[in-house]
Protein backbone atom coordinates (compact mmCIF):
# COMPACT_ATOMS: atom_id res chain seq x y z
CA UNK A 1 0.00 0.00 0.00
CA UNK A 2 1.01 3.39 -0.91
CA UNK A 3 -0.24 6.58 1.19
CA UNK A 4 -2.20 8.66 -1.53
CA UNK A 5 -0.07 11.70 -0.19
CA UNK A 6 3.06 10.10 -1.54
CA UNK A 7 1.25 9.72 -5.34
CA UNK A 8 2.14 12.20 -7.77
CA UNK A 9 1.04 12.58 -11.45
CA UNK A 10 3.30 11.42 -13.68
CA UNK A 11 5.25 14.18 -15.86
CA UNK A 12 2.84 14.03 -18.97
CA UNK A 13 6.32 14.44 -21.12
CA UNK A 14 7.91 11.46 -20.19
CA UNK A 15 7.03 7.83 -20.86
CA UNK A 16 6.66 5.42 -18.01
CA UNK A 17 9.92 3.97 -18.55
CA UNK A 18 11.64 7.29 -17.92
CA UNK A 19 9.02 8.53 -15.18
CA UNK A 20 10.08 5.38 -12.85
CA UNK A 21 13.40 6.49 -13.52
CA UNK A 22 13.16 9.75 -12.21
CA UNK A 23 12.17 9.65 -8.39
CA UNK A 24 15.41 8.79 -6.46
CA UNK A 25 17.87 9.58 -7.91
CA UNK A 26 15.97 12.90 -9.62
CA UNK A 27 15.34 14.10 -5.96
CA UNK A 28 18.87 13.46 -4.72
CA UNK A 29 20.69 15.61 -7.37
CA UNK A 30 17.98 18.52 -7.45
CA UNK A 31 18.31 18.50 -3.65
CA UNK A 32 22.03 18.44 -3.89
CA UNK A 33 22.17 21.34 -6.38
CA UNK A 34 19.37 24.00 -4.99
CA UNK A 35 18.83 23.12 -1.79
CA UNK A 36 22.09 22.56 -0.42
CA UNK A 37 24.89 24.02 -3.02
CA UNK A 38 22.25 26.79 -4.07
CA UNK A 39 23.90 26.89 -7.18
CA UNK A 40 23.30 29.37 -9.66
CA UNK A 41 23.14 30.44 -13.10
CA UNK A 42 26.43 31.13 -15.04
CA UNK A 43 28.11 28.55 -12.08
CA UNK A 44 30.31 25.94 -13.08
CA UNK A 45 29.21 22.52 -11.75
CA UNK A 46 31.79 19.26 -11.76
CA UNK A 47 29.63 16.10 -11.66
CA UNK A 48 31.50 12.75 -10.81
CA UNK A 49 31.22 9.56 -12.44
CA UNK A 50 28.92 10.39 -15.51
CA UNK A 51 28.17 6.95 -15.78
CA UNK A 52 25.60 6.88 -12.57
CA UNK A 53 22.10 7.10 -12.39
CA UNK A 54 21.74 10.40 -9.90
CA UNK A 55 24.79 11.74 -11.93
CA UNK A 56 23.33 12.20 -15.29
CA UNK A 57 20.26 13.76 -13.69
CA UNK A 58 22.32 16.09 -11.95
CA UNK A 59 24.36 16.51 -15.59
CA UNK A 60 20.41 17.58 -17.21
CA UNK A 61 19.36 19.42 -14.01
CA UNK A 62 22.48 21.85 -13.64
CA UNK A 63 22.50 22.55 -17.68
CA UNK A 64 19.06 23.00 -17.69
CA UNK A 65 19.74 25.83 -14.42
CA UNK A 66 22.43 28.04 -16.85
CA UNK A 67 25.48 26.10 -15.62
CA UNK A 68 28.46 25.05 -17.30
CA UNK A 69 28.48 21.17 -16.59
CA UNK A 70 32.16 19.31 -16.36
CA UNK A 71 31.66 15.48 -16.16
CA UNK A 72 34.23 13.04 -15.08
CA UNK A 73 34.24 9.04 -16.20
CA UNK A 74 36.04 5.86 -16.46
CA UNK A 75 35.25 5.63 -20.51
CA UNK A 76 35.69 7.80 -23.21
CA UNK A 77 32.74 6.39 -24.47
CA UNK A 78 30.75 7.70 -21.51
CA UNK A 79 31.96 11.50 -21.98
CA UNK A 80 31.04 11.27 -25.07
CA UNK A 81 27.37 10.58 -24.46
CA UNK A 82 27.65 12.38 -21.86
CA UNK A 83 28.53 15.08 -24.29
CA UNK A 84 25.86 14.72 -26.48
CA UNK A 85 23.53 15.62 -24.05
CA UNK A 86 24.90 18.52 -23.03
CA UNK A 87 27.71 18.47 -21.10
CA UNK A 88 30.66 21.04 -21.90
CA UNK A 89 33.45 19.63 -20.70
CA UNK A 90 34.27 15.76 -20.24
CA UNK A 91 37.85 14.43 -18.31
CA UNK A 92 38.93 10.58 -18.00
CA UNK A 93 39.69 10.09 -14.28
CA UNK A 94 40.86 6.37 -14.99
CA UNK A 95 43.59 7.45 -17.50
CA UNK A 96 44.06 10.82 -15.29
CA UNK A 97 44.87 8.92 -12.18
CA UNK A 98 45.90 10.75 -9.00
CA UNK A 99 45.83 13.88 -11.24
CA UNK A 100 42.13 13.71 -12.32
CA UNK A 101 41.62 17.31 -10.44
CA UNK A 102 44.44 18.93 -11.98
CA UNK A 103 42.86 17.32 -15.55
CA UNK A 104 39.80 18.83 -14.27
CA UNK A 105 41.36 21.92 -14.03
CA UNK A 106 43.25 22.60 -16.85
CA UNK A 107 40.54 21.47 -18.94
CA UNK A 108 37.76 23.68 -17.78
CA UNK A 109 40.42 26.47 -17.18
CA UNK A 110 40.29 26.75 -13.92
CA UNK A 111 38.55 25.42 -10.66
CA UNK A 112 34.68 25.22 -10.53
CA UNK A 113 32.23 26.09 -8.16
CA UNK A 114 29.80 23.05 -7.53
CA UNK A 115 30.96 19.26 -7.21
CA UNK A 116 28.30 16.31 -7.23
CA UNK A 117 30.36 13.91 -5.29
CA UNK A 118 28.53 10.41 -5.12
CA UNK A 119 31.72 8.23 -4.93
CA UNK A 120 32.74 9.57 -1.08
CA UNK A 121 36.77 8.25 -1.98
CA UNK A 122 36.78 11.28 -4.80
CA UNK A 123 36.27 14.02 -2.09
CA UNK A 124 40.30 14.77 -1.97
CA UNK A 125 40.11 15.45 -5.64
CA UNK A 126 36.65 17.29 -5.35
CA UNK A 127 37.97 19.70 -2.78
CA UNK A 128 41.39 19.98 -5.07
CA UNK A 129 38.86 20.39 -8.57
CA UNK A 130 36.89 23.60 -6.71
CA UNK A 131 37.74 27.59 -7.25
CA UNK A 132 38.18 29.34 -3.57
CA UNK A 133 34.92 28.95 -1.71
CA UNK A 134 33.60 25.98 -3.98
CA UNK A 135 30.95 23.97 -2.41
CA UNK A 136 31.02 20.07 -2.45
CA UNK A 137 28.15 18.28 -2.14
CA UNK A 138 28.24 14.36 -1.19
CA UNK A 139 25.42 11.65 -1.08
CA UNK A 140 27.04 8.18 -1.69
CA UNK A 141 30.10 5.95 -1.02
CA UNK A 142 30.28 3.95 -4.31
CA UNK A 143 34.30 4.42 -3.82
CA UNK A 144 34.62 3.26 -0.30
CA UNK A 145 32.68 4.26 3.07
CA UNK A 146 36.29 6.23 4.99
CA UNK A 147 37.72 8.63 3.50
CA UNK A 148 41.22 10.23 4.51
CA UNK A 149 42.08 13.83 3.08
CA UNK A 150 44.31 16.76 3.60
CA UNK A 151 42.98 19.44 5.71
CA UNK A 152 44.94 22.89 3.86
CA UNK A 153 43.16 22.59 0.54
CA UNK A 154 40.04 22.77 2.51
CA UNK A 155 40.21 25.28 4.94
CA UNK A 156 42.96 27.54 2.56
CA UNK A 157 40.45 27.21 -0.37
CA UNK A 158 37.60 27.73 2.21
CA UNK A 159 35.52 25.05 0.86
CA UNK A 160 32.50 23.97 2.24
CA UNK A 161 31.51 19.78 1.76
CA UNK A 162 27.67 19.51 1.87
CA UNK A 163 26.36 16.33 2.79
CA UNK A 164 22.47 15.21 1.31
CA UNK A 165 20.18 13.00 1.44
CA UNK A 166 17.31 12.32 -0.76
CA UNK A 167 14.81 15.52 -0.52
CA UNK A 168 11.43 16.33 0.89
CA UNK A 169 7.96 15.87 -0.37
CA UNK A 170 8.52 19.90 -1.07
CA UNK A 171 11.25 18.91 -3.48
CA UNK A 172 9.93 16.43 -5.02
CA UNK A 173 7.17 18.56 -6.15
CA UNK A 174 9.65 21.45 -7.44
CA UNK A 175 11.51 18.34 -9.50
CA UNK A 176 8.14 17.47 -10.85
CA UNK A 177 7.44 21.56 -11.86
CA UNK A 178 10.56 21.28 -13.36
CA UNK A 179 10.93 18.26 -15.38
CA UNK A 180 7.06 19.48 -16.64
CA UNK A 181 8.86 22.95 -18.01
CA UNK A 182 12.09 21.24 -19.40
CA UNK A 183 13.04 19.46 -22.28
CA UNK A 184 15.38 16.97 -21.42
CA UNK A 185 14.36 13.18 -20.67
CA UNK A 186 15.69 10.88 -17.93
CA UNK A 187 19.14 8.64 -19.23
CA UNK A 188 17.77 5.38 -19.63
CA UNK A 189 20.59 2.47 -19.93
CA UNK A 190 18.64 -0.49 -20.06
CA UNK A 191 15.22 -1.47 -19.47
CA UNK A 192 14.45 -5.48 -18.37
CA UNK A 193 11.90 -7.72 -16.98
CA UNK A 194 12.10 -7.65 -13.03
CA UNK A 195 12.89 -11.31 -13.25
CA UNK A 196 16.18 -10.38 -14.85
CA UNK A 197 16.90 -7.75 -11.73
CA UNK A 198 20.12 -9.61 -11.07
CA UNK A 199 21.77 -9.38 -14.60
CA UNK A 200 20.71 -5.64 -13.84
CA UNK A 201 22.76 -5.34 -10.64
CA UNK A 202 25.76 -7.48 -12.31
CA UNK A 203 25.75 -5.12 -15.57
CA UNK A 204 25.70 -1.56 -12.58
CA UNK A 205 28.39 -3.41 -10.36
CA UNK A 206 30.45 -3.77 -13.20
CA UNK A 207 30.23 -0.31 -14.34
CA UNK A 208 29.21 -0.76 -17.67
CA UNK A 209 26.10 0.97 -17.38
CA UNK A 210 24.98 4.99 -18.05
CA UNK A 211 22.10 6.05 -16.38
CA UNK A 212 19.40 4.53 -14.92
CA UNK A 213 18.46 0.59 -14.91
CA UNK A 214 14.42 -0.08 -15.21
CA UNK A 215 12.87 -3.12 -14.24
CA UNK A 216 9.54 -3.73 -15.82
CA UNK A 217 6.63 -5.45 -14.11
CA UNK A 218 4.36 -7.39 -15.94
N1 LIG B 1 22.02 9.54 0.07
C1 LIG B 1 21.10 9.41 -0.87
O1 LIG B 1 19.97 9.89 -0.76
C2 LIG B 1 21.46 8.68 -2.12
C3 LIG B 1 20.56 8.59 -3.18
C4 LIG B 1 20.95 7.94 -4.34
C5 LIG B 1 22.21 7.37 -4.42
N2 LIG B 1 23.04 7.43 -3.36
C6 LIG B 1 24.38 6.87 -3.44
O2 LIG B 1 25.08 7.56 -4.46
C7 LIG B 1 25.99 6.68 -5.10
C8 LIG B 1 25.74 6.69 -6.59
O3 LIG B 1 24.51 6.07 -6.87
P1 LIG B 1 23.97 6.03 -8.34
O4 LIG B 1 22.92 4.97 -8.36
O5 LIG B 1 23.67 7.36 -8.82
O6 LIG B 1 25.28 5.60 -9.15
P2 LIG B 1 25.65 4.28 -9.89
O7 LIG B 1 24.62 4.11 -10.97
O8 LIG B 1 25.87 3.19 -8.93
O9 LIG B 1 27.04 4.68 -10.61
C9 LIG B 1 28.24 4.62 -10.02
C10 LIG B 1 29.19 5.43 -10.92
O10 LIG B 1 30.15 5.99 -10.07
C11 LIG B 1 31.28 6.27 -10.86
N3 LIG B 1 32.48 5.94 -10.08
C12 LIG B 1 32.76 4.79 -9.43
N4 LIG B 1 33.99 4.87 -8.89
C13 LIG B 1 34.48 6.11 -9.21
C14 LIG B 1 35.69 6.78 -8.94
N5 LIG B 1 36.68 6.22 -8.24
N6 LIG B 1 35.82 8.04 -9.40
C15 LIG B 1 34.85 8.63 -10.11
N7 LIG B 1 33.68 8.04 -10.40
C16 LIG B 1 33.51 6.78 -9.95
C17 LIG B 1 31.24 5.45 -12.12
O11 LIG B 1 31.13 6.36 -13.22
P3 LIG B 1 31.74 6.04 -14.65
O12 LIG B 1 31.10 4.75 -15.08
O13 LIG B 1 31.32 7.20 -15.48
O14 LIG B 1 33.21 5.93 -14.50
C18 LIG B 1 29.99 4.59 -11.91
O15 LIG B 1 29.28 4.37 -13.10
C19 LIG B 1 25.81 5.32 -4.45
O16 LIG B 1 26.83 5.20 -3.45
C20 LIG B 1 24.45 5.40 -3.82
O17 LIG B 1 24.31 4.55 -2.71
C21 LIG B 1 22.70 8.09 -2.22
Given amino acids: MIAAENVYPRPGRLSWHEA ?8 TAWRALFSRARVQPGETVLVIGIGGGVATFAMHLAKAAGCKVVVTSSSDEKLAKAAAL ?6 NYATAGDEWAAAVKEANGGGVDVVIDSVGSTWAGSVDSCAPGGRVVVFGGTGGAKVEMMVRPMTLGQVSLLGTTMGSPM ?10 AQSWVPVIDSVRPLADAAAAHEREEAGLHFGKLVLECA
Fill in 86 to 91: GADVGV
Fill in 171 to 180: EFGQLLAAVE
Fill in 20 to 27: AALPLAGL
